[in-house]
């Protein structure tokens, strides 16, 4: 659809971090507050009557749990649809998906194997898409993690360095991105085999540069470690790429966020970990079970961070917000 001036109109999606480009911050203060409501017992309802769909092709313990309960919480409802449940599993098309479910509800989360079914959910959807992950990002991941950061670090990111340690996938290219929109300095550890598409490295970097932060991208553990304030990790094997478990379980052998990491890094630096974890592969016991850790945090803050991002694309406008 589009306007008078000829400007395209309809529904706003979300999926990649880069479609918060201009939002991060002010969707970052929002979880905040509503995080501080939901701990102080003041849930408000501003969202009776709306609908979430949420498609997932692949399993999920906190994206799934984290939107039905933020819909809940903000007083709507959500409707989880496996695949193999659905007409889509036995053929029925994603536009033809697409445009029913939009009959019916006031959203779509869509966990995918593929980024272009995304896009094309999204392309015949008539209200917004939410990426729950796919095979090129996990934005409403990357919101939590901010949030997070932003929490240790009294909302401010600036001078801050976070390290990532690990595969080129989906989580790192949103945590790529969105540290970069952020003003975050950044470096990630990555296998040469593995890094992310050159045009993702050099987004970044253009981003990071406008934003007077830094964005590299190395191949030693210890070399990204050194004088980091944190650092991230996420499994070698993600869903999809079992097939490549045992050259995947070797490239990474020297990727392990331990102790000694830690170290490297600087004294007061934590580690971070999307979840589920593989203990002892990627990252350690010790490390996942001590103190210097912001994970169960970043776990927690899916569900603010959800419900800022919900708010945002199926709330009422800016300016209109129920508080
Ligand atoms: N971090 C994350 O997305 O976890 P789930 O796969 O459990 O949703
Ligand atoms: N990179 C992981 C993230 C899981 C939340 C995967 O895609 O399986």
């Known amino acids: 659809m589009r306007t008078k001036s000829g400007k395209a109109t309809g529904p706003r999606h979300l999926l990649s971090i ?21 701990r102080a017992g ?41 695949p193999g449940d659905m007409q889509l599993g036995r053929g029925e098309t994603i536009p033809d998906t697409a445009r029913v479910l939009s009959r019916y509800y006031h959203g779509i989360t869509y966990r995918a194997f593929r980024h272009q079914d ?29 949030l997070t950061l932003s929490e240790r670090w009294k909302g401010s990111f600036r001078g801050r360095r976070l390290a990532y340690i690990g595969d080129g996938n989906n989580v790192l290219v949103s945590l790529l991105l969105g540290s970069a929109l952020m003003g975050l300095d950044f470096v990630a ?23 007077h932060a830094t964005s590299e991208i190395v191949v030693s553990p210890q070399e990204a470690a050194k004088g ?36 490297r890094a600087k004294p007061g630096a934590f580690a971070l970990h999307d979840l589920p974890a593989h203990r ?11 103190d210097r850790q912001a994970i169960w945090d970043q776990a927690e803050n899916r569900l603010h961070a959800q419900k800022a991002i919900l708010e945002l694309l199926l709330g009422p406008p800016k300016g209109r917000r129920s508080r």
């Open 189 to 211: 550890a990555i296998p040469e085999d593995y890094r992310p598409p050159a045009e993702v490295i050099g987004k970044a970097r253009a981003l990071a540069g406008e934003a």
């Open 228 to 263: 980091a304030d944190a650092l991230y990790t996420d499994v070698w094997v993600s869903m999809g790429d079992e097939s490549e478990e045992a050259e995947r379980k070797e490239a990474f052998a020297g990727y392990q966020v331990d102790r000694a990491l830690l170290e």
């Open 280 to 290: 002892g592969l990627e990252i350690t016991d010790e490390v996942m079970d001590g």
């Open 18 to 38: 880069l479609d918060l480009q201009d939002d991060l911050p002010d969707l970052l203060k929002r979880a905040s507050v509503l995080k501080a409501q939901r």
């Open 118 to 146: 995304e896009e094309s959910l999204a392309r015949w959807s008539s209200i917004p898409v939410i990426n729950a992950l796919d095979d090129r990002e996990h934005p409403c991941q990357i919101v939590a993690d901010l």
């Open 42 to 82: 003041r849930l408000t309802k501003p969202f009776a009557g709306k609908a979430l769909a949420m498609i997932f092709e692949k399993p999920s313990t906190r994206t799934r749990s984290s939107f039905e309960l933020a819909m809940t919480e903000l007083g709507g409802h959500a409707v989880y649809l496996s």
